[in-house]
């Protein structure tokens, strides 16, 4: 029955101008669970060195299960809400974007923002030039990809809304 | 060109007929001379489109009138329209017409001293019967698929849709094929702007002929014409396709071709096949992600594995077992090519192969390229595996166009991965999402529901809804008529 009430929640079937407010919050929110899966993915099989995980909970919280199974799901989920702000400040300022580009450079400002100038905020993450290159190249495709994946997605259904 | 009308005098139309279609030159061009009534008439046709039975009855009917009218004093053309027992009769009055209408196989009736030909349809063309494409079998549901004959193909899909909003729109492309192209769509579902983009490239095709049929034709329609994607979807099955025409989508039919084309597209749709909806919902669910999985696994596997061989440490360590345990004569990447290489052979080899050596072609390709291969410590065992996972991986993807692009990308993503390891097969990766996104199919994106990302459409992705609770078409090719069934429904299904 779960898979019945999801599709009624879903079928929108009207566009409103809240609701590409919604559908940009979803997408936020999906793309966040399903980006950062792939990045834990590329942490398991060594791509990178780092993982949501070593931001949002290695960083502060020593315990035992942030290094387990437990410790990547909870901050795949918590990657979900912050990506959902992500989402929200594209939305607010750079949603009319016709391209695919400016998803992209979204994508790469992001991952300067977390790479370089937050850098400092964590203890545990190493500075810019003390990464390897595969986790430097890994990290940046990710957020390349993430970065259309949120900017497309919010640009492309605002310009379906303004043709209706 | 100069529209020529129709000569008065038969013999002028003779003359005129021997020049232009070289009537006695060509042997399946042929005129048949009758007195009728004292008047010569004459009957052009091309031997190997018209039924020859029915001109038999046709012309007999005409003799006949010699007997049956002699008293009537009535205009011969009037007497001779009034004979001919065929549905469509039709008259026209410059040669262009007459003669365009002879080579399509209908039969052209001139009579002396009346100004216009009268045009009678009695085509016959050479064909089969609709019988189970090869490409899109299904376990249960219809045994029917589009034959060589558009008309039949139109009719196909009309006994599934028996909607007077269905329009099927003829069109002729080519200067010299004259084949026939039709535009099916739902008059009152369908987007008028993507219709009249369709309609507009068709008629802009100025070219001498499209034997090739759909790929021709896809080809001037739509961008990207370097993409080894398909921009369109290809279907041979009659209810694949009227189920896109209720969804809103276009289709192409061309005569000549058994395949129909369906516009507009995208990447993951050409990722669905009929088997899904011609099961239980979760059974169809289960078949999809299966073939996800195969269809990622086509694509990934080979440069990932390579990856693993080429660095071990990447490997958590559950997982250190995977990789040679010897090194082998050959570099492992060049091992990944040769057989990529020699199974790409053995899939154009089977295709061409005549049934009669196919068996031998069986053995030759298991036993000689697979084991011998081993032996002679050309190829690892370990190879051989991945290699047939990812081959049958895409042999998996209902889309035979989709499976060849995804191989090539596979070819792509391994050179890369050998050359720069880690960072290859990520920027590789990286290209080939980017180079989908970047593809557009009139002013659809080609990964949607993906990027850009729609949650309804992706979830009837992911999971294959049950029809009834599936209320609205696709947003995707914008249809003025949103809702395929009462939105009722869905209180009913609480």
Request: aromatic fraction near 10%; hydrophobic fraction near 45%; charge should be negative.
């Amino acid at each position: 029955m779960s898979e019945n009430n999801k599709v009624k929640q879903d079928d929108k079937p009207i566009p409103a101008e809240e609701s590409t407010l919604k559908r940009a919050l979803m997408t936020g929110f999906i793309g966040g669970l399903f980006w950062s899966i792939i990045w834990v993915f590329t942490y398991y099989f060594s791509f990178s060195e780092l993982a949501p995980k070593s931001y949002l909970l290695r960083s502060w919280l020593h315990r035992e299960w942030t290094d387990k199974l437990l410790g990547d799901v909870v901050s795949i989920l918590l990657t979900g809400i912050i990506s959902m702000i992500i989402a929200l400040i594209y939305y607010m300022l750079i949603k009319k974007a016709t391209t695919y580009l400016a998803g992209i450079m979204y994508g790469i400002v992001l991952w300067v923002i977390l790479f370089y100038i937050l850098q400092p905020i964590f203890p545990n993450i190493p500075s810019l030039h003390e990464l390897d290159k595969d986790t430097i190249i890994t990290t940046l495709c990710l957020f390349i990809v993430y970065g259309t994946f949120i900017g497309y997605s919010i640009s492309y259904d605002y310009h379906e809304y303004q043709n209706e | 060109m100069t529209q020529e009308s129709v000569p008065k005098s038969n013999h002028d139309v003779e003359e005129y007929m021997t020049k232009r279609i070289g009537i006695g030159k060509s042997f399946d061009v042929g005129v048949r001379q009758l007195l009728v009534l004292k008047t010569n008439v004459q009957l052009y046709y091309v031997n190997g489109l018209v039924d020859s039975v029915m001109i038999t009855k046709m012309i007999e009917e005409l003799v006949e009138i010699n007997d049956n009218e002699w008293a009537n004093k009535r205009n011969i053309a009037k007497i001779i329209e009034n004979r001919l027992l065929n549905i469509q009769v039709e008259k026209v009055e410059t040669m262009d017409e007459a003669v365009d209408q002879v080579l399509t196989g209908l039969v052209s009736i001139f009579i002396d001293g009346i100004k216009y030909a009268i045009i009678v349809d009695v085509r016959s063309y050479p064909g089969r019967t609709p019988e189970e494409p090869d490409t899109e079998r299904v376990i249960r549901g219809s045994r029917d698929g589009f034959t060589e004959n558009i008309i039949e193909n139109t009719g196909l899909t009309r006994r599934r849709i028996k909607d007077e909003r269905l329009r099927n729109e003829m069109h002729t492309v080519g200067e010299r094929s004259k084949t026939d192209v039709c535009i099916s769509y739902l008059q009152d579902v369908a987007d008028n702007h993507f219709i009249d983009f369709v309609k507009q490239k068709i008629s802009e095709i100025e070219t001498d002929g499209i034997p090739m049929a759909d790929k021709t034709l896809e080809e001037f329609i739509m961008g990207g014409k370097w993409s080894p994607f398909p921009m369109v979807r290809y279907t041979e099955r009659p209810d694949v396709a009227s189920k896109h025409l209720m969804d809103g989508h276009v289709l192409l039919f061309v005569d000549t071709s058994p395949t129909v084309i369906i516009l507009p597209t995208t990447y993951i749709n050409c990722l669905e096949h009929a088997e899904e909806y011609r099961q239980a919902p979760a059974v169809g669910t289960f078949i999809r992600w299966i073939r996800l999985i195969a269809i990622l696994g086509s694509l990934f596997i080979l440069p990932l594995w390579l990856l693993f061989v080429m660095d071990p440490s990447l490997l958590p360590p559950q997982l250190s077992f995977i990789g040679p345990n010897e090194e082998g004569n050959v570099p492992i990447f060049i091992q990944i090519i040769l057989g990529l290489i020699g199974v790409e052979f053995l899939r154009m080899a089977a295709v061409h192969t005549p049934t009669p050596l196919a068996t031998a072609m069986g053995l030759i390709a298991a036993v000689l390229i697979g084991q011998i291969a081993i032996d002679v410590g050309l190829l690892s065992p370990e190879v051989i595996l991945y290699l047939a996972l990812s081959t049958i991986g895409s042999y998996v993807t209902p889309s035979y166009e989709v499976s060849i692009g995804n191989k090539i990308t596979t070819f792509f993503l391994v050179i890369l991965t050998a050359l720069f390891g880690v960072p290859g097969f990520m920027i590789g990766t990286l290209i080939f999402i980017l180079y989908l996104v970047n593809l557009k199919a009139f002013n659809t994106p080609y990964l949607w529901p993906f990027i850009p990302f729609d949650l309804t459409a992706m979830f009837r992705f992911i999971v294959r809804v049950p029809v009834p609770l599936v209320n609205n078409r696709p947003s995707i090719v914008h249809p003025k008529n949103v809702y395929s069934q009462p939105l009722q429904k869905r209180g009913r299904n609480k």
